[in-house]
């Protein structure tokens, strides 16, 4: 049989990729050419057609607001469609802090709206105050019955972000400020849609997330991938929730 191939698309890595957050698409393909998964990786930026059906993950990385902006306008025009369509058949759409933001419906800034891509239904407004910056550890249950876990790294926004009635965070806020700096809210999750503001980058210092993204993009169990030694990503974990404090 030949092997199961991971495919995987990241939207604007030019210009949506703060924080090294191309470390979380470096994590998918070690951890899938370690257990003989094949892995392909397809970008799209400005001006490109997005066919929906032609991965199994879509990758949104963090960024500036002006950059947001440009890749904002794009995205209504020329990705919107493939992205409900690929969100609709249970493909992952990952979307981190600015990428985040736009999986939802606006992002306020001052006078400008920002419009979302509306996959889920948050809203986030620039307000005044402090950036909303530090080290942040939340809990998540991704699977029903499924022992908590935690997610950890570093979020720098300033946009507060607030769940619609009936949307669900990704996790709660063990430490950091999350969504909003109240809300105790991480992210957001529907499906296999998720947005979160951790960066640091998020797959390096969480693999065992990286893991579970992996089997939900190839419909699969993630106890069904072959464990790998992870003695050193366990420490890059430890030492990010140390860094929060949890
Ligand atoms: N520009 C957004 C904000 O400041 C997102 C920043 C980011 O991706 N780190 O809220």
């Known amino acids: 049989m030949p092997p199961r191939v991971l495919r995987v698309c990241a939207l604007y890595p030019d210009l949506m990729n703060i924080y090294a957050d191309r470390g979380n698409l470096l994590v998918l393909e070690r951890r899938c050419a370690w257990r003989g998964l094949g892995f392909r990786l397809t970008a799209s930026g400005l001006d490109e057609p997005l066919d929906g059906a032609a991965h199994d993950l879509f990758y949104l990385g963090g960024g500036q607001d002006r950059d947001q902006l440009l890749c904002a306008e794009d995205l209504l025009r020329h990705k919107r469609k493939g992205l409900h369509e690929a969100a609709a058949r249970g493909a992952v759409v990952l979307g981190v802090c600015g990428g985040f933001q736009l999986l939802g419906r606006s992002y306020v800034l001052g006078e400008q709206q920002i419009p979302g891509v509306e996959l889920v239904d948050v809203s986030t407004v620039r307000e005044d105050g402090p950036r909303l910056i530090g080290n942040v550890a939340i809990e998540v249950q991704l699977d029903a019955g499924a022992r908590p876990r935690v997610l950890a790294g570093f979020e720098n926004h300033g946009g ?27 992210g957001v999750r529907r499906g296999n849609v998720i947005g979160t503001y951790l960066h640091g980058p998020l797959l390096p210092k969480n693999v065992w997330f990286a893991d579970w993204l992996i089997a939900a993009a190839l419909g699969l169990d993630a106890a069904a991938l072959a464990p790998l030694d992870d003695a050193l990503e366990d420490a890059a974990h430890a030492g990010a929730r140390r860094a929060a404090g949890v």
Do not use: F, K, M, Q
């Open 160 to 186: 507060r972000t607030r769940l619609g009635a009936g949307e669900a965070a990704l996790g709660r806020v063990l430490e950091g400020h999350g969504n909003d700096g109240r809300s105790g809210l991480e």
